[in-house]
Each structure stands twice: as structure tokens, then as C-alpha cells.
């Protein structure tokens, strides 16, 4: 291998971070069972103890998942500008059915939510997917799924996580700071004249990067937007020959923070939110509308919206079935859509204050992330590959 030449981030995604998926869900299973045994009075205070002007907790929804979304900028603008989605061929079944798999979740939320608006303003929740959950799963059923599955999945999750970050700055932004958010419009102007000026060095932009974290978490709008913004200005050498270029300093940033965002930051981030106590609850918990919403809108509106709007874009010659695919495994990949859990659960903070209906969305996301899983995995284990056709524009 060349030595500048790294194993892309997306083949590292369909191999490693299916680990870190499996890992997540560890995680997750861990926080249930610390919530509601003798330590959860430890659990939750040690979340909620001071440090250094924020709790614990606080440090890891708005500093470590700044880093998580920092990531997730460079893999949308790599995807976009020199990746899976930088044509349309390759970009036009992801992006609608991760469209289908936004708008149909959110109207079954909103449906079901519809006359209250304290809890219509949790309408994005179930509308993301995640992408690690998801990729956990399919690695576990091995060489049954085809890889163009697994790359549909992941473009599509990509696509996702871009709608959320619009969705977390434009709906769900707090009192604003105007002198702050000047500033961070500065430090942003800043970096783009590092980019414009052909600065390859990582270091001046992290350095900046942290200033404007610091700017946005004072002007009101979410802390981890700034990571997003960072990723936009980290400058990308595309190379159609060689994208795995290591020469490009968003290549070298995204490889760079891979491990520690699969391996550490999400896993932290799942035991951190998905701990929820069952003491006192009961059964009539599912029946509230905001998890009774979040649950339907990720099991039932997910697979709808992304397998409805894949099957018209398909049948409408906009796009075509991924390569070795069968409508079954479209179908069943569309079912582990419905895995929300990272996104959801971060959507569902920024919504609600309220303690309980905090519960009430933990209870939704592990409720409709757990039937999708399981029914996705389940379809998906039996169905079979279908022959595959040569044609240039698959994915």
C-alpha cells in the first residue's frame, strides 16, 4: 500500500465500526442494568456531580459529542465532495430514502402528539438512525447481507446525521447571545481565511475549533454545532485516484478521530443517556404519547418512509436496487433504520427538560430501536442475495 494511503474511512466504517456498534449496545444494556440496581444512586449522581462549571453529564452531551459531530461533519462534506455521494447516481437512493425516512417518522410523531405542543416539540426524535446500532447488526449476520446494503445504509445514516444537525440549529436553539455569537462568527470567518490561505496543519484549525465551541456554548445554540461548523473548513484534497489520500487533512482528522468516536465517545454517550430507572413505573408508560410517538415514529414510520420512497425512486428509474440486493433485504435494511438510538436520544435532551419525559423518550428509543433491530436482523437472516447485474451506476 502506498504509504500515504490509508484504508478508506467508509471501508473502515463497514468493518471496524460495526464493533463499536456491538460495543454501543453494550453500553446501552449496562446503563439499563446500573439504573436499576443498588448503584443507581451512584450512576446518576456521579452524572449529575460538578465539574469544572458544568455537571458530568453536561461535559459529555455538549463537550465529547462536539467531537462525535465534528466527525460526523468531515464524513458529510468527504461523502459529498469525494465519497459515495459526490455524483448523483450514487447520491440519489441514500438521499431519498433518508428524506422518506425523515419526513413519514415525524408526521407519526406528530400525529400521535398532535393538540399538545409541549410534547410536539419532540416531532424529530424518532427521524434519525444510527448509523453505528445499525452496522452492529448487520456485522452479525455476516456475509448474508451485501455490501452495497451495508454502503446504502451508511450513505443514507450519513444523510441523516446531516438533517439532525440542521434540524438540532434551526428548532431546537435556546436564547441567543449576540455578542457571542458574533464572536463565534469571527473565529468562523477565521477558519475559512486558514482554508482559503491553503493551511494544511491541523493544529491551527483545532485551536480555533476550540474557541468556537466555547463561543456557541455561550450564544445559546447547541455546543455541538460547532464541531459541524469546524468540520466544513478543514480543507479536503479530493483525489479520484486516491481518495484515501493521508496527504489530505480532513483524511488525516477523520482517521485520527475514528477509533476514539466508536470505541469511546458514543459508547460513553449511550451509558450516559440510556440509563433510565423503572422504579415506580408501570406498563402504562408505553401508552404516553411521547413514547407511544418515538416508538411508532422509528418502527413503523422509518421502514415505511425509507423503503416506500426507495421502491418509487427505483420504479421511477431515478435510482436502481443496490447490486446483489433483493426488495426483501431492501426491506430489511429499511426495518434496522429504525435503530434511532445515539441521535434520537441526543434530539430527545435538546426537546425536553422535563425529567419524566426524558424517561418517556429513553423508554421510545429502546423500545423502537429494539423491535427494529430485532425484526430487521430476523428478515434479513432468512431472505437471499439476489444475482447481481452489472450496471455502472450502482451503488
Not at 465500526?17 to 439499563?32: I, K, Q, S, V
Not at 419532540?122 to 453505528?132: F, K, R, V
Not at 430507572?277 to 407511544?292: C, K, M, N, R
Request: with cysteine.
Amino acid at each position: 500500500m502506498h504509504p500515504t494511503r490509508k484504508p478508506s474511512v467508509l471501508r473502515e466504517l463497514l468493518e471496524s465500526e460495526a464493533t463499536g456498534g456491538l460495543l454501543l449496545m453494550g453500553a446501552a444494556a449496562l446503563a439499563l442494568f446500573v439504573a436499576n440496581s443498588p448503584l443507581s444512586a451512584a450512576y446518576f449522581g456521579a452524572l449529575h456531580a460538578p465539574f469544572a462549571g458544568l455537571d458530568v453529564l453536561h461535559w459529555i452531551n455538549d463537550g465529547l459529542m462536539a467531537v462525535f459531530f465534528l466527525f460526523v461533519g468531515l464524513e458529510i462534506k468527504r461523502e459529498f465532495l469525494d465519497g459515495q455521494l459526490a455524483t448523483w447516481a450514487n447520491r440519489a437512493l441514500p438521499c431519498i430514502a433518508a428524506a422518506g425516512g425523515v419526513l413519514v417518522p415525524g408526521l407519526i410523531y406528530a400525529a400521535v402528539n398532535a393538540g399538545n405542543p409541549t410534547t410536539l416539540r419532540g416531532w424529530a426524535i424518532p427521524t434519525a438512525t444510527d448509523i453505528a446500532f445499525a452496522l452492529g447488526v448487520l456485522s452479525l449476520l455476516g456475509k448474508r447481507v451485501p455490501t452495497s446494503l451495508k454502503v446504502f445504509l451508511a450513505t443514507l445514516a450519513i444523510v441523516d446525521d446531516l438533517v439532525a444537525v440542521l434540524v438540532i440549529a434551526v428548532f431546537y436553539t435556546a436564547k441567543i447571545d449576540l455578542a457571542a455569537l458574533g464572536g463565534a462568527g469571527l473565529t468562523t470567518l477565521l477558519l475559512i481565511g486558514l482554508n482559503r490561505l491553503k493551511v494544511t496543519r491541523l493544529a491551527p484549525y483545532l485551536v480555533f475549533g476550540a474557541l468556537l465551541w466555547w463561543l456557541v456554548l455561550l450564544s445559546g445554540i447547541h455546543a455541538t454545532i460547532a464541531g459541524v461548523v469546524l468540520a466544513m473548513t478543514v480543507p479536503l484534497r479530493p483525489s479520484k485516484a486516491a481518495p484515501d489520500d493521508m496527504t489530505s487533512p480532513l483524511h488525516r482528522l477523520e482517521h485520527a478521530l475514528s477509533p476514539w468516536v466508536a470505541f469511546l465517545i458514543v459508547p460513553v454517550f449511550g451509558f450516559a443517556n440510556a440509563g433510565v430507572s423503572f422504579a415506580g413505573t408501570s406498563l402504562a408508560i408505553l401508552g404516553e404519547p411521547v413514547t407511544l410517538g418515538v416508538a411508532a415514529g422509528l418502527l413503523f414510520g422509518k421502514q415505511t418512509g425509507v423503503f416506500l420512497s426507495s421502491w418509487l425512486a427505483i420504479r421511477a428509474g431515478v435510482a436502481r436496487l443496490p447490486v446483489a440486493a433483493s426488495w426483501s433485504q431492501l426491506y430489511g435494511v429499511s426495518l434496522l433504520c429504525g435503530i434511532g438510538f445515539t441521535m434520537s436520544l441526543f434530539i430527545g435532551l435538546l426537546a425536553f427538560r422535563d425529567a419524566a419525559l426524558q424517561d418517556e423518550v429513553k423508554i421510545g428509543v429502546l423500545a423502537g430501536s429494539l423491535v427494529s433491530a430485532l425484526a430487521g436482523a430476523a428478515l434479513l437472516s432468512v431472505v437471499k442475495k439476489r444475482t447481481p447485474r452489472p450496471a455502472s451506476g450502482d451503488l
